[in-house]
């Protein structure tokens, strides 16, 4: 068999070298080997042998201790972060602009003139309840109302807190007149959310009026503007060609024409400059002012919607080239009657990918569907936690939210279809495992590119200059004699490099295979005097160890299988005399009392051989060399 050649030439092997036994092969190891503690264990007395067994045993664990650490640190996969500078013509980032207002109000005056209504009489109920028992609330639409108020909390009985509804319904039966019990100053502004028929309601509350009615105003406009088709939404925003008054890149005049427009539910109507989806981006001929973007913005703030835009001004963003502007979460406020001056730094971030950190190179790995897929943009993370966002809104409220874009087949939340939605939004949007589930989903883009923005401001225009400029500007607006343009109105820029130096801040692995081998390695000959050689022949005990152990057991099942076999006869086994004429007479019949069951019986179809004497298969008188016969042996035990 190919299985008892092999067995046979490990004996050989294991005889030449370490021995059969466990113990000739400890003692040929520490003969053997280049460590310097097993040798001095064999070459001792009985008490250095007893100390260096102690010290070898207590160094191996030792380096094994330090080995588990250097490999868990390895494993950990940490970075080190190396920051260095660079010199080029940098490419002009993207810019985009909106209005802080996102609508005209002469243009949604109609949408909103039921809610604005509502509007005054809960701002008359706060600030004068005592003087606004009228019968205005005949006259107002309550359906809004009635779906979500607001609601006073009397909290000066902390035991028995009174909630009043701000047009006179009492919720806890104690006066219908929210004026004659308290005010503002002794009360609480809330929203009360309720869902299921109004069978399950809870309250937000504020610290401030201002902030109450401000949330309030917005969540019943998003309820309306949901129901708007979105190109009539664009209609009602602001045009580019009467927002943007003056434009000039470098030494290069440039309109409305050279902006992308798109629409973004907090702000309108928004214009890209320079956003690389169709033409080819925009170098900077040099760094400072007079190289960068100047524009001039007409904000129109007397046409501001009044309870749903409160800061007057220009927000604006700079990205990167393809990339989807999130100007609420990464934007910032230019202020009326200033010119405002952004020098910019450029920081590059070059992250190192799996196993090292949870980056993405392009999100295809990110488990959530890119809602702004459509946009063609690259991947962000703010784009991933705003689609999950609007994942877990139709999952929960079966409906999607107005600021965030919609997969195909679902609809917008609004009061008519979706009851429900605002106690559900409100509700998912102060969820703390609904953030940390959609933190652990999103990943970080691997590469990203930061700018960093230096701004100052000064009046602009001067009081010197003010009557020409208004006058200009006016006139290449609407065509007019007379100043149409104010301070309150117009916003300038100046966006430009401050240098052409940038800044890569890249990852890399603090600990790589090399710095693992050393240590290894250090260790190891630190507290074993050993090398890469001594744990190859500690490799190779163990494999003649192993090669002990599989001899041992085969030669153990070899004997079983022969103790059960002898066992296997009832009687004393067959005497010599017995074997001889069974062998020559094979007409012999052995003692049947003692052999009855095993007899040899010979069929009597069989032709009888004739009848002689054997060879001489004397074994014993040949002469072989001990090697063999022990390996002989050996086999046969196998």
């Known amino acids: 068999m190919?299985?008892?050649?092999?067995?046979?030439?490990?004996?050989?092997?294991?005889?030449?070298?370490?021995?059969?036994?466990?113990?000739?092969?400890?003692?040929?190891?520490?003969?053997?080997?280049?460590?310097?503690?097993?040798?001095?264990?064999?070459?001792?007395?009985?008490?250095?042998?007893?100390?260096?067994?102690?010290?070898?045993?207590?160094?191996?664990?030792l380096v094994c201790w330090q080995w588990g650490i250097f490999i868990q640190t390895y494993l950990s996969w940490e970075v080190s972060v190396s920051l260095s500078m660079g010199f080029k013509t940098m490419t002009f980032p993207a810019i985009t602009v909106c209005n802080s207002s996102p609508f005209q109000y002469s243009k949604v005056k109609h949408l909103l003139k039921d809610l604005d209504e509502l509007m005054e009489a809960v701002l008359e109920k706060i600030l004068a309840p005592e003087l606004s028992h009228t019968n205005t609330t005949r006259t107002l639409n309550l359906a809004i109302w009635n779906h979500t108020p607001l609601v006073l909390i009397d909290e000066r009985n902390p035991d028995h807190p009174v909630v009043l509804d701000l047009f006179g319904n009492n919720h806890n039966g104690s006066s219908p007149d929210p004026g004659s019990t308290c005010n503002t100053q002794g009360c609480k502004v809330a929203m009360r959310l309720c869902s299921i028929n109004g069978t399950v309601c809870t309250f937000r509350n504020f610290t401030s009026a201002t902030q109450a009615v401000t949330e309030w105003y917005i969540l019943q406009a998003t309820n309306i503007f949901s129901q708007v088709q979105r190109h009539d939404l664009v209609e009602m925003g602001y045009a580019p060609e009467s927002m943007i008054l003056a434009c000039l890149f470098g030494t290069e005049p440039c309109s409305h024409r050279n902006f992308t427009p798109i629409f973004y539910p907090d702000y309108g109507n928004c214009y890209i400059f320079n956003w690389g989806m169709t033409e080819?981006?925009?170098?900077?001929?040099?760094?400072?002012?007079?190289?960068?973007?100047?524009?001039?913005?007409?904000?129109?703030?007397?046409?501001?919607?009044?309870?749903?835009?409160?800061?007057?001004?220009?927000?604006l963003m700079l990205h990167d080239q393809r990339t989807y502007p999130f100007i609420r979460e990464e934007g910032i406020y230019a202020m009326t009657g200033t010119e405002t001056s952004i020098g910019v730094l450029v920081d590059k971030l070059q992250r190192k990918g799996k196993p090292y950190s949870p980056c993405t190179m392009n999100g295809s790995d990110v488990a959530i569907q890119n809602l702004y897929s459509?946009?063609?943009?690259?991947?962000?993370?703010?784009?991933?936690?705003?689609s999950c966002f609007q994942d877990h809104m139709i999952r929960n409220c079966n409906c999607g939210h107005y600021l965030y874009p919609l997969p195909p087949g679902e609809k917008y939340c609004n009061n008519q279809d979706f009851p429900d939605w605002a106690y559900c939004y409100l509700?998912?949007?102060m969820s703390v495992v609904q953030r940390e589930t959609c933190l652990s989903m999103c990943k970080e883009s691997c590469n990203d590119t930061q700018y960093k923005m230096t701004i100052s401001m000064a009046d602009w225009p001067s009081e010197a200059s003010e009557d020409w400029i208004f006058h200009v500007l006016s006139q290449e607006r609407d065509q007019s004699t007379n100043i149409t343009l104010s301070r309150k109105g117009v916003v300038k820029l100046n966006?430009?490099?401050?240098?052409?130096?940038?800044?890569?801040i890249e990852e890399s692995p603090a600990n790589n295979i090399v710095w693992l081998l050393s240590n290894l390695g250090g260790q190891f000959g630190f507290w074993m005097g050993g090398s890469v050689l001594c744990l190859i022949e500690f490799g190779e005990i163990i494999i003649d160890f192993i090669w002990i152990t599989i001899i041992?057991?085969?030669?153990?099942?070899?004997?079983?299988?022969?103790r059960r076999a002898q066992t296997s006869y009832a009687g004393p086994p067959p005497t010599v005399a017995e074997l001889v004429e069974a062998h020559t007479n094979f007409g012999f019949q052995p003692?049947?009392?003692?052999?009855?069951?095993?007899?040899?019986?010979?069929?009597?179809?069989?032709?009888?051989?004739?009848?002689?004497?054997?060879p001489p298969n004397y074994d014993s008188l040949r002469l072989h060399p001990l090697d063999t016969m022990e390996s002989e042996n050996e086999g046969d035990a196998i």
């Open 2 to 61: 190919p299985l008892r050649k092999y067995l046979l030439k490990g004996l050989h092997r294991l005889k030449k070298g370490p021995g059969y036994t466990y113990k000739e092969l400890l003692v040929w190891y520490c003969n053997n080997t280049n460590t310097h503690g097993p040798k001095r264990i064999i070459c001792e007395g009985p008490k250095k042998k007893a100390m260096w067994f102690l010290l070898t045993l207590l160094f191996a664990c």
């Open 495 to 504: 966006i430009y490099f401050q240098e052409f130096n940038y800044r890569t």
């Open 280 to 315: 080819k981006a925009l170098p900077s001929a040099n760094p400072g002012a007079e190289f960068g973007l100047k524009l001039i913005l007409d904000i129109g703030q007397e046409d501001y919607v009044p309870f749903l835009a409160s800061t007057a001004g220009a927000r």
């Open 427 to 429: 509700s998912l949007q």
């Open 591 to 614: 003692d049947t009392t003692n052999h009855s069951s095993h007899a040899e019986v010979y069929p009597d179809q069989q032709s009888l051989p004739i009848p002689g004497t054997p």
């Open 552 to 562: 041992k057991l085969v030669s153990s099942c070899k004997g079983l299988r022969r």
């Open 374 to 386: 459509n946009y063609t943009t690259t991947y962000s993370i703010q784009a991933c936690l705003h």
